[in-house]
């Protein structure tokens, strides 16, 4: 019993921390398409300065991150991980 109580609790942490990754990914998505024309107004229209370079990279960098924590976490690794799940749950039985 203990072997399936720390399954259960494994996979709800798994769920919370992809369920996180996808909240935070939808809310910059979403932030980038909402704010999309006031950065071309104030931004690109402008002549570079310190501030403009630093909102591109910021802007960029979150964006990178978060593709990169969305890749690692539902990338080729996924498939792995539900063989492991399965395998877990099918000797509990």
């Known amino acids: 019993m203990s072997d399936?109580?720390?399954?259960?609790q494994a996979l709800?942490?798994?769920v919370v921390l992809w369920d996180t990754y996808v909240a935070t990914a939808a809310l910059?998505?979403?932030?980038?398409?909402?704010t999309f024309d006031q950065e071309v107004e104030r931004i690109w229209k402008r002549k570079r300065n310190v501030a403009s370079v630093?909102?591109?990279?910021?802007?960029i960098g979150a964006l990178l991150f978060s593709t990169t924590?969305?890749?690692?976490t539902f990338?080729?690794?996924?498939?792995?991980?539900s063989v492991?799940?399965?395998?877990?749950?099918?000797?509990?039985?």
């Open 4 to 8: 399936l109580h720390e399954l259960v």
């Open 12 to 14: 709800s942490q798994e």
């Open 28 to 34: 910059l998505v979403f932030d980038h398409i909402i």
């Open 54 to 59: 630093l909102f591109v990279v910021n802007r």
């Open 69 to 72: 924590m969305m890749w690692n």
């Open 75 to 81: 990338g080729p690794a996924i498939a792995t991980r």
């Open 84 to 93: 492991d799940v399965m395998v877990i749950l099918f000797s509990l039985f």
